[in-house]
């Protein structure tokens, strides 16, 4: 039998005549990454605070390992088992390190002990440094301390690499890394699409308060993300009629590159074969559809470095 | 009850380490006591009040005459002032201006007009003949019934031949001239000061004796100075700011940067966070007051002994200006309108509240409005705790204290947000 660890039936949140979360239903299994995947505003960190029990609900249902995030005891129960790392995290400057953790853990009855959380995020070196002398990517790893501290079955990362620099980024994505294989169950919320391809099990597209897909990264490819693309650097323009001719679908851009989209593995291997026969001394490149290409597909846009939709 | 003192850990720490924090809550409070105590405390060798004199009264070789001089000499005696004169042939008030020196200063001049000298006589020897008239003539009325016709008829002689040269003397009468500004706040006590050295040199001059002697009492058994009246005050005061504007600042920028959110997503309660704040404070305000009294006692000898009462005036007094700044941390949402807020509601308390001089130097509708600040009675409770040892002073003001104090933290709780939208 399946655990659901988050069960959220039509969950709708209202703020005037704006529709935040429009009638959205997902479930959360134990031990798998989750990703929301959206644009600014497309109603990622309302559901998130919604199962943190930080704001309330317009209509519908939100369990948190079957508990109601709407009824007072329920919360409680709720708030000893999840950790969360919110958008922007911050602490309190003047702390060091380990006093901001020692802050949030003084809140639960049950935790685990401060420097064994340190040193599950290597920060030991950090530990007397004080908060505010912490690069972005270091505040982070801290924040990600301070939701583990509590030692809590369910992770909410809500946009955790958001205006990191890129080895920043790469840093927290080792830490989500770690937390599977501490068999977390994680809840994210990202803009970035590589970062939700590389870290999810399963990942929803959402886009103005409404899930446009949900699924596990390969699904959504292969429903959505299109065909493969077989790319000849510098083909010319000869090679495109020659491809376009047998196998159709080809195109020339404006590097004078081919581009041939496949529709099976067999079409490919063809194509290859086709192209050893021409004795081309050119290079080849294979190209597989990407969640940007899904996301492309669903939503109609891209997503910028700023989470705005274009 | 461990979440209250984690949260009252981790501020207090953070406060502690912040120099700007550090700075406003105790240094800046410690500095205006030291800036007050040197202005009102009344040592230290001060400079007198400039006066300036204009003797018009001269002998004939231009020199000033005795009896100007000797009145001049005892305006001196009084240390008060330090006398400059002002040359005979010039007008006063301008040639005082431009010799002010140049941190300026207010404007004060006695001029002492012509003739001061026999105008003074002239009216002495009136007084004194009109004295003697009137005590032979009282003298004459009682023992009247035991003389003849003859010995009546030479005492109303002699009566009616004294009241005659008397009424032949002129009846002279000299004038001071005290010139100074309207805006002048220390004319009020200098002009008293020249009229009971004229008084007295008036009594010297007719050899009477004043008869009614007065005597200074204290209505304490201690002397206190000027210290002792701002000591209680300041504190207060800093009580005051360092919950109306440190801390509703430090809660908008909590609030800001998400560390109330993520706080509120453990277990931690609303409640447990004001509590955790009001001991943060009142730790804070513990600490000021040990370091301004030890100030005090150091430089400036004043009397506060702090005692029970004390400390339970500063808790109480901690927790209603918590929870009015989390009244007002709960109302805005940005720092810059916290902290805009908490100044114009401190400063005006601040010197509306009887904290930097009594009340009864204001005007009677500012005393209304005083009466109905939230730091006149904590100014008071304080006053009467630490300096005047008057338990029943205290616990009236620590009465409205507490019913404040229990307001305000119901208020703030209810305007915290816990939860978001």
Request: proline share 3%; with cysteine.
């Amino acid at each position: 039998m399946v655990n659901f660890i988050v069960e959220v039936n039509s969950l709708v949140k209202q703020y005037g005549s704006l529709r935040a979360v429009d009638n959205i239903s997902f479930e959360l299994y134990e031990g798998e990454v989750f990703a929301f995947l959206g644009p600014n505003g497309a109603g990622k960190t309302t559901t998130v605070e919604i199962l943190e029990c930080l704001r309330s609900l317009t209509s519908g249902s939100a369990k948190v390992f079957g508990y109601d995030v709407t009824k007072g005891e329920d919360v409680k129960e709720i708030k000893k088992r999840i950790g969360v790392l919110p958008q922007d995290f911050s602490a309190l400057d003047k702390l060091s390190v380990k006093e901001n953790i020692d802050l949030i853990g003084g809140m639960y009855q049950k935790k685990l002990d401060t420097m064994e959380v340190i040193r599950l995020l290597d920060l030991e070196d950090k530990a007397k440094e004080r908060f505010e002398n912490l690069s972005g990517g270091l505040k982070q790893r801290v924040g990600v301390a301070a939701a583990l501290v509590n030692d809590p079955q369910l992770i909410f990362l809500d946009e955790p690499t958001t205006g990191l620099d890129p080895k920043a980024r790469r840093e927290v994505w080792q830490v989500i890394e770690n937390l599977k294989k501490l068999d977390k169950t994680v809840f994210l919320t990202t803009h970035y699409m590589e970062e939700a391809q590389l870290l999810a099990d399963r990942i929803a597209v959402i886009n103005k308060g409404k899930i446009a897909a949900i699924g596990s990264p390969q699904d959504l490819i292969s429903q959505y993300g299109g065909l493969k693309t077989l790319i000849i650097r510098k083909g010319g323009k000869k090679l495109a009629d020659t491809l376009q001719q047998k196998y159709g679908s080809t195109t020339l851009n404006h590097n004078d590159d081919v581009l041939m989209k496949a529709d099976s593995v067999n079409e490919m291997w063809r194509a290859l074969s086709t192209l050893t026969n021409l004795s081309l001394d050119k290079e080849i490149e294979i190209q597989t559809p990407t969640i940007e290409d899904v996301f492309l597909k669903i939503v109609g846009g891209r997503i910028t470095e700023e989470g705005e939709l274009k | 009850m461990i979440r209250p003192l984690v949260i009252f850990l981790a501020v207090t720490k953070n406060w502690i380490r912040s120099r700007s924090g550090l700075f406003f809550s105790i240094m800046f409070p410690v500095l205006l006591l030291l800036v007050f105590g040197a202005i009102f405390s009344g040592g230290g060798g001060g400079s007198a009040s400039t006066l300036f004199v204009q003797n018009l009264d001269r002998n004939p070789d231009g020199t000033t005459t005795q009896l100007s001089s000797a009145f001049l000499e005892a305006l001196n005696s009084t240390k008060t002032f330090a006398i400059k004169d002002v040359p005979a042939d010039v007008d006063p008030k301008v040639w005082a201006r431009d010799n002010l020196g140049p941190l300026g200063g207010n404007i004060r001049i006695v001029i002492i007009s012509e003739g001061f000298q026999d105008d003074v006589l002239n009216g002495t020897l009136k007084v004194r003949v009109g004295i003697s008239y009137s005590l032979l003539n009282t003298t004459y009325q009682y023992f009247a019934p035991y003389l003849n016709e003859t010995e009546k008829m030479a005492y109303e002689q002699g009566l009616a031949q004294m009241q005659m040269y008397n009424e032949t003397l002129p009846d002279a009468r000299t004038s001071l001239t005290l010139a100074f500004d309207a805006s002048d706040q220390s004319a009020a006590i200098i002009k008293n000061i020249v009229i009971n050295v004229a008084n007295a040199f008036n009594y010297h001059l007719i050899g009477a004796t004043s008869v009614i002697e007065f005597n200074e009492e204290s209505v304490t058994s201690n002397r206190y100075g000027a210290v002792d009246y701002y000591l209680p005050g300041i504190i207060a005061a800093f009580i005051m700011t360092n919950g109306i504007i440190a801390l509703t600042s430090n809660t908008t920028e909590f609030k800001r940067r998400g560390i109330i959110k993520r706080l509120s997503i453990t277990p931690l309660t609303k409640f447990d966070w004001i509590i955790g704040n009001v001991l943060s404070q009142t730790l804070l305000s513990l600490m000021l007051t040990a370091i301004m009294i030890l100030v005090g006692w150091i430089v400036f000898n004043v009397q506060a002994i702090p005692d029970a009462l004390t400390i339970i005036m500063i808790f109480l007094g901690s927790v209603m200006f918590s929870g009015f700044g989390m009244v007002l941390g709960g109302l805005v949402k940005d720092v810059e309108a916290a902290s805009a807020l908490g100044n114009a509601i401190a400063f005006p308390m601040m010197f509306l509240s009887g904290t930097y001089f009594p009340m009864e130097f204001m005007p009677s509708y500012l005393q209304s409005v005083a009466r109905v600040l939230p730091l006149t009675y904590l100014s008071g409770g304080l006053r009467y705790a630490l300096i005047y040892k008057y338990a029943e002073g205290v616990f009236t003001n620590m009465a409205v204290v507490s019913a404040l104090a229990v307001a305000f933290i119901i208020l703030g709780s209810v305007l915290t947000r816990w939860k978001e939208k």
